[in-house]
């Protein structure tokens, strides 16, 4: 299950899930839906993602932002994901992205996510897993 909600003049993400890896490929598919306005791009594009921190909140966090970097640098959105998340001395994400180059005039238009808030950050690892997070619009 993902949903989002409004937070002043920022948006929310809450995502429960089987698993933490599912919910970070589930809080991917949400950001693409939040840029294009509830659409997902074909897949066309692979990304592979190797991020590594000292906790989960971070990770998130260091995720998103990736999220942001690739889509302001190569107009990059994601319509599939699949990860991995371990923890030996930190956390690690591994996997990919499978997506397409943004284009309005195809997917639409939503808002454009600026930045990630640790403002009601929530990483729980369950199962169920939740993530919640606020992005600055």
């Avoid at 909600?5 to 899930?17: K, M, N, W, Y």
């Avoid at 939040?34 to 066309?44: F, K, V």
């Avoid at 005039?105 to 690892?125: F, N």
């Amino acid at each position: 299950m993902r949903k989002n909600f409004e937070h002043t003049a920022d948006i929310g993400i809450e995502i429960e899930s089987p698993s933490l890896s599912e919910a970070f490929e589930e809080i991917s598919l949400s950001f693409s839906e939040i840029i294009t306005g509830g659409n997902l791009p074909s897949l066309l594009i692979s990304k592979e993602v190797s991020l590594e921190s000292d906790n989960l909140d971070s990770l998130l966090v260091d995720f998103l932002s990736y999220l942001i970097v690739i889509f302001d640098t190569d107009y990059f959105i994601p319509g599939s994901a699949e990860f991995t998340i371990s923890k030996n001395n930190n956390f690690s994400l591994n996997g990919g992205l499978v997506g397409e180059t943004y284009d309005q005039d195809k997917h639409g238009y939503g808002v454009e996510i600026k930045a990630i808030s640790y403002h009601l950050l929530l990483v729980r690892e369950g199962p169920p897993a939740r993530l919640r997070v606020i992005l600055d619009l």
